[in-house]
């Protein structure tokens, strides 16, 4: 593809990558902990794509000897060897081709030359088989095409690459949210002992640490201590309401939704992405996921309060 166009598509990259970066918005595809790479991968893109950009657009040097021959120059014939110099006569030029071989002779008069000897000898005619001319194909005869109507760097049609770049810059994909987790499997993490609640009431718990502690734990561990849970709400098996939230292990490619069912009084006209701050207590109650087959745990609401969506929306 056009040369200038991969320098430009390099420096769109490292430009979104960079804004992306060294705002909230990265936190929709990464952990927060990749920042620093992120920004120093933006950096990087930023700089190749500026160096490919003056190289490109740097001014050209004049051509030098060992370019292509100049077609219509007198012919001059090298001595034969004998007695007394060759001469040629005719107008006939010897090009040459891309490769440095002799080139087409033109549509000039033969050549002829003494070699030294008295004997005459006979050069090549205007269509000599000793090559193709300096009017061939390639870079010889036709300038920067290649032969294929595509220019010197490629084809023009390249510069649509240029396209989905500018929607990255232009358009911020969201964090995924209740489309992604409604065709995910619940994700659980299965333990065999569970570390005592931190203090305060009601004591903050991720969704997959309360989802964990009461599938696997039955609840022994949580108690009747209150908990407090936030994550987007949507439709569930059997009716229920859902909170969701994802989890992410690297980025938003591998990420999977923890899916915790709502028991007890919700406001009214909810919505699926509304996000929730819930407050309640354990309940045995389970349901399956529809998706995978995996448990759901219940928590029995108390209090429900309607939030923005947070800054980073994943769960690492």
Known sequence: MNRQAQAVILLLVGGAVLRASLTDQYLNYVKAG??????????????????????????????????????????????????????????????????????????????????GHGAVTHGADGHGADGHGAAGHGDDGHGDDDGHGHGPGGPKVAWLLLAPVLGLLLVAPPALGSYAAGRAGSALVEK?????????????????????????????????????????????????????????SCCAADARPVKVALAGQLPEGLRDEQWLRVTGGYTGR???????????????????????????????
Do not use: C
């Open 286 to 316: 389970q349901v399956k996921d529809t998706v995978n087959g995996e448990t759901i745990p219940f928590i029995e609401v108390a209090e429900v309060a309607l939030i923005e969506a947070p800054v980073e929306q994943y769960e690492s």
């Open 192 to 248: 065999s002992d569970f570390a005592p609640l931190p203090a305060g009431d009601p004591v903050k718990l991720t969704m997959l640490d309360y989802a964990s502690r009461a599938v696997f734990d039955r609840g022994v561990s949580l108690g009747e201590r209150r908990v407090e849970l936030t994550g987007f709400v949507m439709r569930g098996p059997e009716g229920t309401w859902l909170l969701a939230r994802m989890m992410l």
């Open 34 to 115: 990749l920042q620093p790479y992120l920004i120093l991968a933006g950096a990087i893109l930023v700089v190749a794509g500026l160096f490919s950009l003056w190289y490109e657009l740097r001014p050209t040097r004049p051509a030098t000897a060992g370019g292509p021959a100049v077609a219509g120059g007198p012919a001059v014939a090298g001595a034969g060897g004998g007695d007394g110099p060759a001469v040629a006569g005719g107008s006939a030029v010897v090009g040459m081709d891309g490769g440095g071989s002799p080139g087409h002779a033109g549509h000039g008069a033969a050549v002829h030359g003494d070699d």
